[in-house]
Structures are given as structure tokens and as C-alpha cells.
């Protein structure tokens, strides 16, 4: 994976005439997880005759062109034979426009396949992805492996091309693969997510619930323990000389230690009844308001059995002096409220 | 479909699904995001396998409401160029054999705001014009980055859809139905689901290749550049450890407050329909009263008798404002108020782990 160590150098390469030959300068690859979802779920999908699938990738370039961050895939269908292989072209720009639609930034950025595989047919796609007119030119195509056989540990790889061969036509079907070193990353958003998602990986039917606010809390906390735990059974066992000691390890964990912050203790009384008074108001506020504008709905829809339009007026007034009454009374109410509960 | 159950208990998201609608909306965020859903409903559980985002198109308003606001993201899954994009997209997705059956749409919303005409509409408009077997699933971006996720499925219930289709929301129609505002939504537990691929993949992601002891490190920028510093895939969330709980209260006191208005606006509007009626009800009478002393004075004469019912033509009675917005807008409270309890609940306890932890000495 990503221990792998790269050393990429750029170099002019094959018989095409400089200009149209797609450049092979170093670049880094992002890959998103929604994308290798896409790609391992397109896995599952294909038919069962298939030794691998293959699909179109999209994302983003940076501008100059030397990180590439894989967004989004879809799948293609396509076929092979012995010594022919049909991609469903038509289907690709198709699906291409419609994905440009709807996501305006993406573009294409190269092409997947589910194996880890690298053959002939390979070089004729990829030199269609990274071709000209419909293709990535001129940056390079990405081309993602990722191996979905079974028993075997899921092994993702990143190319780039060159063109190589002596002639134009042996030029079409081959290509130099270039590994080009990657990474998985994923933003602030897709944690959430991605952490739901992980919960369900041990248990036996391969799913979970949505966790409540408390729940997540709860399992964070339990992690904390757990690394703490980790980490004071390794500094035990350094105390005790049953594990070697390390100068950087001590320095390591001693500037951990130094983020705790020191607070007075008054100043921390004082911050956590403001903020606990806080939040016990909003929460008071919040659910006397639902209370209020359930019962003025209440009333305003219960009016006829009040004996018809002179009642319902009189109810809506009553609802009117409520609202306001709960306008006006907030200031006292706050600070009537907030002791109260802060003491309960 | 009046009395019939839902006819699903629940739904079943795969992890693909759920990284998509993420990526979408946190990519479009605060404009809402919408897009659709495909998938299957097996054994009364509705499993969503795939789903694509909507293009933003520009569009007029066909809401019969004319006041809900021009918000094209918001209204995409019910315009027409979208219908035929999704039975495109639909039709491309069966070729590389997606489940390709229309399962519903998601949208994004912000702090739980999501309760409003659009929804509503959205919802009526996939479960009566495509499918009975529809859901909305919203996702909560900004509760989202609190630390867990909020993905939340809801479906309008059959007592919602009899009486929207006929749009039967003034007071009487109300009383009859006893519709109330719980009784719009019905809330579909969630389930997150992963295929053995993904199941697999998440695995090894946690398990990083290194076997066997590695080297100490020798000094402390050796540390913090090894690759285990670094391998962050999937470390654990601590977001919802964070203690600054301003920006939330604030936010939702901002939200509780439009809400507010929101209720105020429309008690006012009805008020001033009572009192136009009452003023119409009193010309009636005061009408009703001349003409039967006309009708006395002309029997006394022996003259022909003026007819009684003319009012009818004469004067006309406002219409009754429906009464759904409000409605809506206190199930809109009832789902802030849920919201800020539950965050209440795990504030406290943080707060006083906190005390406990600095103050050690006193008890809380």
C-alpha cells in the first residue's frame, strides 16, 4: 500500500510526435472512499462470467496537474474474448454526461479495473482514456487496480502511462504502466460516515443502526480509555525493563501530557456553570416553546366543538397573549430557570 | 393505499450509499442537495443500493403553494427535466446491473431544518406518482460534523397523503380527520449495511500491513514522520468529544426563534381571517334582518314576498387559510426541541467529566 517508496522520473518516451504524446510528469493520486465503494460495489455486480469490470473514474486536477483527486466512479460495461475486447463506449459518454450534469467540477481523470491485471487489452483502454478528443489529454489517464479476488487481501494500484512500441499501430495497444505512488483520503465530512460504516465490520450480519448523540459519546470515550490503557501498559513495562526504553517515545508522550491545560480552579467553576446554565436554558426554552405551539394548535383545531367562529376567535386571541407572553417572559424565565435546573 | 401500513418496517442503507450522500451534500453545503435513490425492498425492508445526485436546473415554482420559497435544489426532485433524468440514469444503471428500481430521493439539511413544504412535496410526489414504496432520507450535514452521523428516513403517512392530495387542511377538515402534526411523517429506523468487499476492505485499512516488531524511534521527528503517525485511515472520531457547545445552542436558538415568527405570522393570518368573517357574518345578519322585516312589512301590504336566500349571491365568505404551515412548523419545533434534548444529554455528561477531571478534589 501506500509504504510502497516511489522514484519517478519523467522521460520522452516512443515514435509519437512530440505535442500529442500525453504528459508523464510525476503525479500523486487522491482517491476519495466513495469511489472505491463505487468500485468494489461494481465488483459484486458484474456478471458472473467476468473476470474483471471495468469503469471510468472522475475527480479533479490540480492545476498543475500534478495531484489528482479521484471523486467518483461509474461502472462500464465491456467484454473480452480471447483476442478482442468491447468496451461499450456509446454507454460510457453517455453516463459521462449525465455525471457532468449533475456534478459540473468533475472531470474525467482515467479509468479502473477489478483486477490486477495488466495486459494487452489494458494498454488498448487506457490508451483510449488517455487519448485525445474524448480522453484525459493532455494529462496523463489514471488507471486504478484494485484486485477483488477472493481470499486474497483487496491490493489497489495507481498507473500512469507512456506510450511505448515502434510503430504508430503497435503504439495503440500498448503502454508503459508507470505505478504512481497514491493515497486515500477523506475529509472532515466523510468521518462520520466512514466510522458508521466501520462499526458494522464486526458483526456477524454486516450491518448497524445510526448511533444516537449519546451512544457516539459513549464510544468515543471508550476508545480514549482503551488507547490510554495502551499506552500506560507500554510505560509500565519500560518502568518494570520488561520492554526497551525510547528517548523519543518519552518525549513523545511527555508533550502529550504537557496539552492538558492548567485552568484555575474558580475560573473552571465559573465557565462550567455559565455553560451548563447555557445549555440547560436552551434545552428549557426549546421544549416550552414546542409545548406553547402545540397547544395553540391544539386549541385553534379543536374550536368547533367550542360552539363555532365566536370561540375559535377567542381561542386565537388566547394563543396570541400566550406568544407573546412567552416573548416577553423569556429574560425572567431564563434567569429564573437557570438555577433552578443548574441545582437539579 | 388509504389504510395500509407501510410496506416497509425498515430501511437498509449500503455503505456506498452512504458515503455518496455524504460527499454530495457536504460538497453543496448550506445549499440543500438532493438526488435519488435505487435499490430493492426485500421481506419488508427497503435496501437502497445505489443512488446519484440531481443536476440543479432552474425552474418556476409549480407548487400550489405559491409562497414556498424559489429553491431549485430543493424543489429538483419533482421538476420535470430531473423525472426524465432519473429514468435516463435509471435505464444506464440497469445495464451494469444496479438494482435499478426507483427506492426514493435524499436531501441534506442543516440542524434538522428539513420539516417544510418542499420536503413535503418531494415526498407526496415520488409516493403518489412513482412508487408507494418511497423514502426521504435526510441527511444532517452540520450534525454530521459533530461527530455522528445523522441519517435520518422518513416517509409521509397514509392519513398525510389522503388529506394533501385533496388539500384538506382548514379546521374542520382537521377536527375530522384528527390529523395532528406527529401524524406527517413516519420515521423509518436505518440501517447501515456493508457488502463482504467493503466488509473486507475496512479490515485491512485497520490492520496496516506491518508485522512483527517494528524499530523504536530514534528521535522524536522520526516519530512523528513513521508511517504510523501518519496512517490515519479510519482512526476513531473525536469530534464528538469537543466541549464548545456555543455555536450550537446558538444556531438553534436562531432556528427556535424563525420558528417563532413563523407561528406568529400565521396566527396573525388567521386572525385576520376570523375577523373578516365576523365582519361578513354581521352584514349577513344585519341583510338577513332587513329583508325579513321587508318580507313583514310587504305581507302587511299583501304584496309578493322577497326571496330570503339572496345573501348567498350577495356577500361571499373569505376562505379559510390552511392551516398546514403551521402545522409543519410545529413539527419543525417538536424536531429542534428533540434535537437540543438530545444534545443536552451528552453535553452534561461532558461537562461534568470535565469538572470532574480538573477539579478532582470536589464532587459535582
Redesign the interface.
Known amino acids: 500500500?501506500?509504504?510502497d517508496s516511489f522514484l519517478h522520473l519523467a522521460r520522452p518516451l516512443g515514435p509519437v510526435s512530440v505535442g500529442t504524446a500525453p504528459t508523464t510528469a510525476p503525479l500523486n493520486v487522491v482517491i476519495?472512499?466513495?469511489a472505491?465503494?463505487?468500485i468494489?460495489?461494481?465488483?459484486?455486480?458484474?456478471?458472473a462470467d467476468q473476470e474483471r469490470v471495468i469503469g471510468t473514474l472522475l475527480g479533479t486536477r490540480s492545476e498543475d496537474g500534478g495531484e489528482v483527486e479521484v471523486?467518483?466512479a461509474?461502472?462500464?460495461?465491456h467484454s473480452e474474448a480471447e483476442d478482442q475486447v468491447e468496451v461499450?463506449m456509446e454507454?460510457h459518454k453517455?453516463?459521462l454526461a449525465?455525471?457532468l450534469?449533475?456534478?459540473p467540477r468533475e472531470v474525467l481523470v482515467g479509468w479502473y479495473a477489478t483486477s490486477s491485471e495488466l495486459n494487452t487489452f489494458s494498454a488498448l483502454i487506457q490508451n483510449f482514456y488517455s487519448g485525445q478528443g474524448d480522453g484525459t489529454w493532455p494529462h496523463p489517464a489514471v488507471h486504478l487496480t484494485v484486485s477483488?479476488e477472493a481470499g486474497k487481501?483487496?491490493e489497489t494500484r495507481a498507473y500512469i502511462s507512456a506510450p511505448v512500441g515502434v510503430t504508430a499501430e503497435r503504439a495503440a495497444d500498448s503502454a508503459a504502466f508507470i505505478p504512481v505512488p497514491y493515497e486515500?483520503r477523506y475529509?472532515?465530512?466523510?468521518?462520520?460516515?466512514?466510522?458508521?460504516?466501520?462499526?458494522?465490520?464486526d458483526s456477524e450480519?454486516?450491518?448497524?443502526?445510526?448511533?444516537?448523540?449519546?451512544?457516539?459519546?459513549e464510544r468515543?470515550?471508550e476508545?480514549?480509555l482503551g488507547m490510554i490503557d495502551r499506552v500506560s501498559r507500554y510505560v509500565e513495562s519500560v518502568i518494570d525493563e520488561e520492554a526497551?526504553a525510547?528517548?523519543?517515545?518519552g518525549?513523545?508522550l511527555l508533550?502529550a501530557l504537557a496539552l492538558a491545560p492548567k485552568?484555575e480552579?474558580a475560573d473552571?467553576?465559573r465557565d462550567?456553570n455559565n455553560?451548563?446554565q447555557?445549555?440547560?436554558v436552551?434545552?428549557y426554552?426549546?421544549?416550552t416553546?414546542?409545548t406553547q405551539?402545540?397547544l395553540?394548535?391544539r386549541l385553534?383545531?379543536?374550536?368547533?366543538?367550542l360552539g363555532g367562529?365566536e370561540a375559535?376567535?377567542v381561542s386565537?386571541?388566547g394563543?396570541?397573549r400566550n406568544?407573546r407572553g412567552?416573548?416577553g417572559g423569556r429574560q425572567q424565565r431564563q434567569e429564573r430557570a437557570a438555577p433552578e435546573e443548574a441545582r437539579a | 393505499m388509504a389504510e395500509t401500513q407501510a410496506p416497509f418496517a425498515a430501511v437498509k442503507v449500503e455503505a456506498l450509499v452512504v458515503m455518496k450522500i455524504i460527499k454530495h451534500c457536504s460538497q453543496t453545503f448550506p445549499t440543500t442537495a438532493t438526488g435519488s435513490l435505487v435499490g430493492m425492498d426485500v421481506d419488508g425492508t427497503l435496501e437502497v443500493t445505489n443512488t446519484f445526485p440531481f443536476p440543479v436546473v432552474e425552474m418556476p415554482t409549480e407548487s400550489h403553494f405559491d409562497n414556498a420559497a424559489p429553491n431549485p435544489a430543493a424543489a429538483a426532485p419533482r421538476a420535470k427535466s430531473n423525472v426524465a433524468y432519473q429514468a435516463e440514469m435509471v435505464r444506464m444503471l440497469r445495464e451494469v446491473n444496479v438494482d435499478a428500481n426507483n427506492a426514493g430521493w435524499y436531501t441534506s439539511a442543516n440542524m434538522g431544518n428539513f420539516v417544510n413544504m418542499n420536503v413535503i412535496e418531494n415526498q407526496f410526489f415520488y409516493q403518489k406518482e412513482l412508487n408507494e414504496r418511497t423514502v426521504a432520507l435526510v441527511h444532517d450535514v452540520s450534525r454530521s460534523a459533530q461527530g455522528s452521523l445523522s441519517l435520518r428516513a422518513f416517509r409521509l403517512s397514509a392519513k398525510f397523503m389522503e388529506a394533501f392530495k385533496d388539500n384538506k387542511f382548514t379546521s374542520e377538515d382537521l377536527q375530522k380527520s384528527t390529523l395532528r402534526h406527529q401524524d406527517i411523517f413516519e420515521e423509518l429506523p436505518v440501517q447501515i449495511h456493508n457488502s463482504h468487499l467493503i466488509t473486507s476492505y475496512i479490515h485491512q485499512l485497520q490492520a496496516p500491513a506491518a508485522s512483527g516488531p517494528t524499530d523504536l524511534p530514534a528521535s522524536l521527528s522520526a516519530l512523528e514522520a513513521s508511517p504510523f503517525s501518519k496512517h490515519n485511515t479510519l482512526t476513531p472520531n473525536f469530534d464528538n468529544l469537543s466541549l464548545n457547545v456555543d455555536p450550537f445552542l446558538e444556531k438553534n436558538c436562531n432556528l427556535l426563534l424563525d420558528s417563532i415568527e413563523a407561528h406568529n405570522t400565521e396566527v396573525n393570518n388567521y386572525q385576520y381571517y376570523q375577523r373578516v368573517l365576523g365582519r361578513e357574518q354581521q352584514k349577513i345578519n344585519n341583510w338577513k334582518q332587513k329583508r325579513s322585516q321587508e318580507n313583514a312589512t310587504r305581507a302587511t301590504l299583501k304584496q309578493p314576498l322577497l326571496p330570503e336566500d339572496e345573501w348567498q349571491r350577495l356577500f361571499k365568505l373569505p376562505a379559510e387559510p390552511s392551516r398546514l404551515e403551521s402545522m409543519l412548523n410545529t413539527r419543525q419545533v417538536e424536531q429542534f426541541s428533540r434535537q437540543v434534548d438530545s444534545f443536552v444529554s451528552s453535553t452534561t455528561g461532558k461537562m461534568f467529566a470535565v469538572k470532574g477531571n480538573l477539579l478532582p478534589g470536589e464532587t459535582a
Not at chain 1, 461509474?74 to 460495461?77: K, N, P, T, Y
Not at chain 1, 475529509?187 to 465490520?201: C, F, H, P, Q, V
Not at chain 1, 525510547?246 to 517515545?249: E, L, N, Q, R, Y
Open positions: 500500500m501506500a509504504e476519495q472512499p466513495q472505491i465503494f463505487s468494489l460495489d461494481h465488483s459484486l455486480r458484474r456478471n471523486r467518483s461509474f461502472a462500464v460495461g461499450d454507454y453517455q453516463m449525465l455525471h450534469k449533475a456534478n477483488t487481501d483487496l486515500l475529509g472532515e465530512a466523510d468521518k462520520s460516515g466512514l466510522e458508521a460504516i466501520a462499526n458494522a465490520k450480519d454486516r450491518s448497524t443502526t445510526v448511533m444516537s448523540d449519546v451512544e457516539a459519546l468515543a470515550i476508545e480514549v526497551p525510547s528517548t523519543a517515545m518525549q513523545f508533550n485552568v480552579p473552571i467553576e462550567f455553560h451548563i447555557d445549555v440547560l436552551v434545552s426554552l426549546a421544549n416553546i414546542r405551539m402545540e395553540s394548535n385553534a383545531t379543536a374550536q368547533l366543538t367562529g375559535s376567535g386565537g386571541e394563543n396570541q406568544q412567552g416573548k
